[in-house]
Nanobody, 114 residues
């Protein structure tokens, strides 16, 4: 089974940007839908965005117009470009299949603070 490893998180000021990456251990070209999820402190994990094999994205309302999900099937990598970050975007971000499988990675921490 393909393993997914997230990276790219960090500390950013409100209004700043980050680009998250999700590297797959194998080919993702056959995976129909991939997603980015996040879990804020003390809250449940939620879907942020997902993308089809052909590149069609879907976003949760709170990130529309600010986040962009993309995938590079040739490089076996999923991305999440996050702009205009807000304190409420702070969370551990994960990539996974959609619907997600139980094998979650370590995630990457995003902190938004001045």
């Amino acid at each position: 089974q393909v393993q997914l490893v997230e990276s790219g998180g960090g500390l950013v000021q409100p209004g700043g940007s980050l680009r998250l990456s999700c590297a797959a251990s194998g080919s993702i070209s056959s995976i129909a839908i991939l997603g980015w999820y996040r879990q804020p402190p003390g809250k449940q994990r939620e879907l942020v965005a997902r993308i089809s094999r052909g590149g069609t994205p879907t976003y949760t309302d709170s990130v529309k117009g600010r986040f962009t999900i993309s995938r590079d099937n040739a490089q076996n990598t999923l991305y999440l470009q996050m702009n205009s970050l807000k304190p409420e975007d702070a969370a551990v971000y994960y990539c996974n299949f959609w619907p997600p499988i139980s094998n979650w990675g370590q995630g990457t921490q995003v902190t938004v603070s001045s």
